[in-house]
């Protein structure tokens, strides 16, 4: 009976020395991680691309108007930083400029539903809002080009290149977390809004880019407790520590162009 006992507790002792040394199968199957990865990718190109399209390309395109009444009548038919003719207003220059910052906006919204697991909803659109205006602001203000010593007011236009992009980072953020309840559930609305995800296909770098990053993304998922990740407070500081390094980074030097340009 004792030799029973003790052969008993060195099977139990094997198995978990086993235990030690052999990690634990994932918790979910290859099928059911692609399917994730799948849908939060969709769904941030299709976030992205909405708010590209109303933000920057709408958006945009009224600030364009506004600084053309408020510039002198000799910046019309200048050639802009960003190659767009200054003062002209057709359906060619206008649908150039709505694919550019759709595709733009699909990149930005496959950023914010990378990011999502570390941040904390409540304050996330703010924080992307604040890192957008700083680090796409940073490379819109400068004062070696025409765009911001021949059109005026300077500082109407400083505010609103740095504002367009902050303002569509939250709303696409916004986007994100209020269509991810229903996102792939309610078939019409998801197809209206899938629609605005397709010009990936066209930025042709952003879909390779998309598609290597979903596929490093995928393996990832097969480790061990990788899925935890985004519950666990250390990689959540680190994570908003470099958030908040590359954002100051980008007010720096924002700050420094603001200086040479008003």
Not at 147 to 164: Q, R
Request: hydrophobic share 55%; glycine share 12%.
């Amino acid at each position: 009976m004792e030799l029973a006992r003790i052969g008993v507790c060195w099977e139990r002792m094997a198995i978990d020395a086993s235990a030690l040394v052999t990690p634990a199968p994932p918790s979910t199957s290859v099928q059911d991680d692609a399917l994730m990865v799948a849908r939060w990718a969709t769904l941030g190109a299709a976030a992205g691309g909405l708010g590209g399209f109303i933000v920057g390309g709408i958006g945009g395109r009224i600030a364009m108007f506004v600084l053309r009444l408020t510039s002198p009548d000799y910046i019309r038919g200048a050639e802009s930083d960003d190659g767009f003719e200054m003062g002209r207003f057709d359906i060619s220059s206008t649908g150039q400029l709505l694919l550019v910052t759709t595709i733009l906006g699909i990149l930005g919204g496959l950023i914010v539903v990378a990011g999502r697991p570390f941040f904390p909803r409540k304050y996330a659109p703010f924080g992307w809002a604040l890192a957008a205006g700083a680090i796409v602001g940073a490379t819109i203000v400068h004062d070696d080009g025409v765009d911001f010593t021949l059109i005026e007011p300077v500082g109407l236009a400083v505010a609103m290149f740095i504002g367009i992009p902050a303002i569509g980072a939250y709303t696409i953020a916004e986007f994100v977390y209020r269509a991810e309840p229903w996102w792939w559930k309610d078939r019409k609305r998801t197809l209206a809004l899938g629609a605005f995800g397709l010009p990936i296909f066209i930025g042709f770098p952003i879909a390779i880019a998309a598609t290597l990053i979903s596929a490093a993304w995928l393996a990832a998922l097969r480790i061990p407790g990788v899925h935890d990740l985004g519950r666990a407070r250390s990689i959540r500081v680190l994570a908003l520590a470099v958030f908040a390094v590359l954002t100051g980074m980008g007010l720096f030097a924002l700050a420094n162009d603001l200086s040479n340009v008003l």
